[in-house]
């Protein structure tokens, strides 16, 4: 067996017990609906970063002022999981929605940061608070199970950018993986989701 089947035969979107570890369409709209239970402005703008870009918490907690492209409206994010020579090396820039860079650029004040701050964190928190975060809206929407957590995010991400056709090229390179075989796999899972959704026009 070839690494890259290895690669694939590992990256599942179900547990072993067949439980979904993606948040479906409904599922996506929740979390964003919820974050208000985060009091903290800049803590709500984490879990947005995650939500966004399909990226790891980790990463979301690398980020810093310099990382944000407030004029071509996109974050650069440097990818945790890579090996060898690309290891802390390889950076991933990815498009953001424009409410979510004004609102960065206004909570974090991005522009002024990055003259004298610009290698300061935007979320100075643990990992462990970076996971509470997450959590915290994922119980408010009443999420629970596998799907609940930055995984479930970012699995999110890769299936609601496939059914939206966008092509696997890309969601390869936002999500930073090795291997189209990875990227895969939401294709399959893209094809649920759409079939959920034109049930709507056959009751």
Known sequence: MTKSHTSYGRMSLFTHQGERKYLNSAERALFLQNLSVIKKATDQTFCEMVFWTGCRPSEALALTPLHIDLDEQLVIIRSLKKRGQKKGRHFRPIPLPSSLVKRLNKLHH????????????????????????????????????????????RHAYGVHAAMCEIPLTRIKNWLGHESLETTEIYLDMAAREDRLLAGRMWK
């Open 110 to 153: 991005i522009r002024e940061r990055q003259t004298d701050q610009r290698n300061t964190r935007l979320w100075p928190f643990s990992r462990t608070t970076a996971w509470q975060r997450i959590s915290d809206v994922m119980k408010a929407a009443g999420l629970t199970g596998a799907k609940a957590c930055g995984r479930g995010l």
